[in-house]
């Protein structure tokens, strides 16, 4: 019964390879988002839906694209990956509000070789 | 530009003493903030949270102390146990930001036994 969960849990590609990260929570919450760790542990948001619609779209390379086919899910998918690409990426959900705490998923470690 | 800071990357505690984490911000529109905890290959996980109206807001073991003029907030964990050890997170976000947080780079605790 995980609340929010990504897959895979690990995740390793070359360079110029396409790859996709799939998010889903059962916690009836109506914000996604997705974060990044990088190398010096600095978690970053990427972006935000709010019932499938896109809220906070940070700036992103546009290789990294957000899909929500519905509320439960939000999925990334990352075009022609790169060596700075490797990261930790987090899915996490909310209630609305701003002073909801996030729920996150156990995050992907993507390693871009 | 990092809005949120942790200036200690690692905190070593005997068990059964007082462990005091600490975290900085610069923008004075934050008007909650939250603390979560990391545990290896897991996602964070929110633990307290407070909002500009406290100034202390306690939860069992857990305390957290907003000092809004010093822009300062603390974590204290009062006895710490062995199971305490984690990676401290503090964010921020404020009404007029929508549903983004703004993360410090985490404090690692270590409570010995």
């Known amino acids: 019964d995980t609340a929010v969960s990504q897959t895979p849990k690990y995740l390793v590609t070359q360079m110029g390879n396409d790859k996709s990260i799939k998010c889903e929570q059962n916690l009836g919450h109506d914000t996604m988002y997705w974060y990044k760790q990088d190398s010096k542990k600095f978690l970053k948001i990427m972006f935000s839906y709010n019932n499938k619609e896109l809220i906070i779209n940070e700036t992103v390379p546009n290789r990294f694209s957000p899909k929500s086919p519905d509320k439960a899910h939000l999925n990334l998918h990352i075009n022609s990956l790169e060596l700075g690409d490797s990261a930790v990426y987090f899915c996490?959900?909310?209630?609305?509000?701003?002073?909801?705490?996030?729920?996150f998923g156990n995050g992907t470690r993507l390693t871009v070789t | 530009d990092q809005q949120v800071k942790q200036n200690s990357p690692s905190l070593s505690v005997q068990e059964g003493r007082i462990s005091i984490l600490n975290c900085d911000y610069t923008?004075?529109?934050?008007?909650?903030f939250l603390w979560y905890k990391k545990y290896p290959a897991e996602g964070p996980t929110f633990l307290i949270s407070?909002?500009?109206?406290?100034d202390k807001n306690e939860d069992g073991r857990f305390t957290v102390f907003l000092n809004k003029s010093a822009k300062h907030l603390s974590l204290h964990i009062v006895p710490s146990q062995p199971g305490d050890s984690a990676v401290y997170f503090c964010a921020a976000t404020s009404s007029n930001t929508g549903n983004q947080f703004y993360f410090g780079t985490g404090t690692s605790l270590t409570v010995i036994p």
């Open positions: 996490a959900s909310s209630q609305r509000g701003y002073n909801s705490p996030l729920h």
């Open positions: 407070i909002s500009s109206i406290k």
């Open positions: 923008n004075s529109m934050f008007d909650y």
